[in-house]
């Protein structure tokens, strides 16, 4: 039984040419003041003993490991041997060192190892037939290939006496832990250090940025969970490959919560996890909130309680003492009004109040004799004051009368005419009064969707100096024209505008009119906002948001052909990188997976399939490092470069295992390269098969500049002659492109090639450009009875190069599920 474990991480392997170690292999338990070493102990038993270590595999059951074992009591062989007894049946291996084989090597000292286990079941001087050593050579060769030279376990046999006193008797061994080299990224612990944010939405889709120690991009998982006492919930991060930074930074989206109705924030804990072995780091909180489905508040302030009705405006019936006026003014009735926003009373004194106030400027009557006469001086200057108090009471009561006028007349207009401008415009210089939330009432009148009230205020506004109020904005930054755009009122943006409302202000997300109509979807808008832009803001259209987004990247994450299609005609860059991450249009519709959407952004918008973000990923980096068959295949035939790099450093472990294969083929993953090739992020076998390099020719260095397919290029499958004949053959026959478009497994591309003036011809073009095999369109113009096109295509395969007999599930367009494995790798010839 092994008393003492070893240590599982922080001790080197070392190669021959580094020499041998410092230090022995320690004990899990061991510390630097108290050193421990992996130690094994015989029990239930009394007499001597031999117990040999050997490396082995990680796997079950564990194998025969191509590493060796260094030390004192270790043989050419890589095991160790020990004697123990007959009192003390305990063995401490205090020396061992591990000694790594490079990759080259593999081979060779496997097949040495192979061929002693069986020698050693085998009599003294048996020699192998050459049957057998080629076996021990084919099985090296495939233990090879899946052994993982990081990670290795020490088998511990016990062999007893026999009667002739030799060591023969073997007890039923026992393997350690995991033993990781250190300077391997999954050897070293696992610690989140920081991140940029700590709670999300309920909804998840919260961007994190992590910070960590050096973990292995595709042996890491981000593990959201709540203890068992909470219902044991548990949910994963969501990133790629390509999310991982130089091992060190992981970006990744967070995971929905199990519930998406809570009401009051939940905290749960969040770890790193590796997918091997399982080993987890220290957990941090997370906490989530309750989703925000009005985040702009426009339902809010729909719901907002309205002003009372009549009786809330009228004064208090009681007469109240005029404005300037004193205890001595009975008379004067008082209107009080009181202002619907923030509850506070304004107060004019009426006739009667100025009056009384002016009762006031005499010296106040002395109640007996024994009071002090006021002095000439006092008498002068309350004198003086009073009298300009009464000028200014005479004023405003001047002016109150005139304004009453004027109400009363277009009250009386309004009432005869049903025309509110009148008494809008006599209340034109109050149009710019906020409420608590900073909104104007041309700001209510929008949210509460109130055209004709907007349009009255508009026209109210028009040409005076208040026309400013146009542009105020609320205390979210949100103009009037912003929020048309939110809550989609298209004759109300126009009419903004028009009236000159300004695009190029920013809301609190530093987004224009013109982010807000894209991110929304709203074709019409956006068309609108585009038409009246005007030269003076035409650079709106390629300016970015607080978060680094152009108009074109949000308009992708809605999925937005259309809007794209108008943005794209009026001046924008599809090429145009956001600023976080430096990521395209093309590689956010490759990143969702909108395999529709990409293929239109490169046939129809000349996106460029081989622009790079900021940490040089193209998009096809990411269609790799997201298993994606159709979307490589798609854009393979589009001309990306399988063998472009990105800036991830690849972590060889030595040069030497940089060398070229035995047999001289070229292999991907084993060269003197930077970065990651799209075959280095691959997830699936078929994804591998396509972005091999060994399964076609290196693509020409014009690919890095194509923006556009010809329509060769296009149909390389076919030539010309064949490609026009068959056009002529279905549109003859009037075969029905719907049919055949459903056949290729092609009816999500419809809006490609149905508004062409030749359907068939166009759905031809995009079949050839996914990488469709002839083979698959035989089939299909089969099952629709089109035998003279059948004939021509099998006519003209002798003389074209054989397509993959692979189903149609292969290509670019089709929305079928793909397997994991590919039959005939011969599509990436495609």
């Known amino acids: 039984q092994i008393i003492e474990e070893p240590k599982q991480r922080g001790f080197r392997f070392r190669y021959e040419c580094e020499g041998p170690s410092h230090g022995g292999l320690p004990g899990a338990s061991s510390e630097r003041n108290k050193r421990t070493y992996p130690t094994v102990k015989v029990s239930n038993y009394l007499g001597q003993a031999r117990i040999e270590v050997q490396l082995v595999t990680h796997t079950d059951p564990p194998r025969v490991h191509a590493h060796s074992l260094v030390g004192r009591h270790c043989n050419e062989n890589g095991i160790c041997t020990i004697d123990v007894g007959p009192n003390d049946l305990t063995a401490q291996f205090s020396n061992l060192g591990i000694l790594h084989v490079t990759k080259r090597g593999v081979a060779e000292v496997l097949t040495k190892r192979l061929r002693e286990e069986k020698r050693r079941m085998k009599e003294s001087g048996y020699k192998f037939t050459d049957a057998e050593e080629q076996t021990f050579l084919q099985e090296a060769k495939e233990l090879g290939k899946i052994m993982d030279l990081n990670i290795v376990r020490l088998k511990f046999t016990a062999y007893l006496q026999d009667s002739n006193g030799s060591f023969t008797r073997a007890l039923k061994p026992v393997v350690s832990n995991h033993i990781y080299d250190s300077k391997s990224p999954n050897a070293s612990n696992l610690k989140i250090s920081r991140m940029d944010k700590t709670s999300g939405s309920v909804l998840g889709g919260e961007e994190v940025f992590l910070l960590c120690d050096k973990v292995q991009k595709d042996d890491i998982d981000i593990r959201f969970y709540e203890e068992e006492d909470d219902g044991g919930w548990e949910a994963f991060g969501d990133f790629s490959p390509t999310d991982v930074h130089k091992q060190y930074a992981i970006v990744f989206k967070t995971p929905p919560y199990r519930c998406a109705d809570i009401t009051r924030p939940v905290t749960v804990f969040l770890q790193l996890k590796r997918k091997k072995g399982g080993g987890c780091s220290e957990p941090k909180q997370f906490t989530y909130i309750p989703h925000n489905q009005d985040k702009e508040e426009v339902q809010r302030k729909r719901m907002k309680a ?54 006031m400027s005499g010296s106040t009557p002395q109640a007996d004799g024994s009071q002090n006469q006021p002095t000439n001086t006092q008498t002068q200057s309350g004198s003086q004051m009073q009298q300009q108090l009464f000028q200014i009471a005479t004023a405003l009561q001047n002016r109150a009368t005139l304004m009453a006028k004027y109400s009363a007349r277009a009250l009386l207009q309004y009432c005869s005419t049903g025309d509110v401008r009148p008494l809008l415009v006599l209340q034109r210089r109050l149009c710019g009064v906020q409420d608590e939330n900073g909104d104007t009432p041309l700001h209510l009148g929008i949210i509460h969707q109130q055209p004709i009230v907007v349009q009255q205020l508009i026209q109210a506004l028009s040409n005076t100096p208040q026309q400013k109020f146009i542009n105020k904005l609320n205390k979210l930054n949100q103009a009037p024209l912003h929020l048309a755009v939110i809550t989609k009122q298209p004759k109300l943006v126009e009419m903004l505008m028009k009236t000159g409302a300004d695009p190029s202000l920013l809301d609190r997300e530093g987004r224009t009119a013109l982010h807000l109509a894209a991110h929304t979807g709203d074709e019409t808008i956006l068309r ?25 990247h949000l308009a992708v994450k809605k999925d937005g052909e259309h809007c794209l299609r108008l943005l794209v005609e009026a001046g924008a860059k599809i090429n145009m990188p956001e600023q976080k991450s430096g990521c395209t249009a093309l590689h956010l519709a490759v990143r969702d997976n909108l395999l529709k959407l990409a293929c239109y952004l490169i046939t129809e918008l000349k996106a460029d399939v081989n622009t790079c973000t900021y940490g040089g990923n193209s998009p096809l980096h990411f269609a790799a490092s997201q298993g994606s068959p159709p979307l490589c295949s798609m854009l393979i035939a589009a001309g990306a470069d399988k063998r472009m790099e990105n800036d991830e450093p690849l972590f060889l472990q030595s040069s030497s295992s940089s060398d070229e294969d035995d047999e001289g083929t070229f292999n991907p993953r084993k060269r003197p390269a930077v970065g990651h090739t799209p075959f280095d992020l691959a997830k699936c076998q078929k994804v591998r098969d396509l972005l091999d390099g060994r399964k076609g020719p290196k693509p020409s260095s014009l690919a890095h500049k194509r923006t556009k397919i010809s329509t060769e290029e296009a149909n390389q499958g076919l030539d010309s002659e064949v490609f026009t004949k068959l056009c002529s053959i279905l549109i003859e026959d009037h075969v029905p492109w719907r049919e055949l478009a459903e056949k290729l497994g092609m009816l999500t591309l419809t809006h490609l090639y149905q508004d062409s003036a030749s359907p068939c011809q166009k759905l031809l073009e995009n079949y050839q450009l996914s990488g469709g095999p002839v083979d698959g369109l035989v089939e299909a113009l089969q099952s629709l009875g089109v035998s003279e096109g059948v004939r021509l295509l099998r006519d003209s395969q002798p003389r074209e190069d054989k397509q993959s007999t692979d189903s149609k599930e292969d290509s670019g367009f089709g929305s079928q599920s793909i397997g994991e494995e590919m039959g005939n790798p011969a599509v990436s010839n495609h």
């Not at 001595?328 to 009004?337: L, N």
């Not at 005007?534 to 390629?542: S, V």
């Not at 970015?544 to 074109?552: K, L, N, R």
Request: aromatic content about 14%.
């Open 528 to 552: 609108l906002i585009l038409g009246l832009l005007g030269e003076r803001y035409a650079h709106l259209i390629n300016c970015a948001d607080f978060s680094g987004q152009y108009p074109v």
């Open 306 to 359: 309205l002003p009372q009705p009549y009786d809330h405006w009228r004064g208090g019936p009681q007469g109240g003492a005029g404005a300037f006026g004193g205890p001595g003014s009975g008379a004067g009735g008082g209107f009080q009004f009181n202002h619907p926003m923030d509850g506070s009373g304004f107060f004019s004194g009426g006739c009667g109040g100025y009056s009384g106030g002016a009762q």
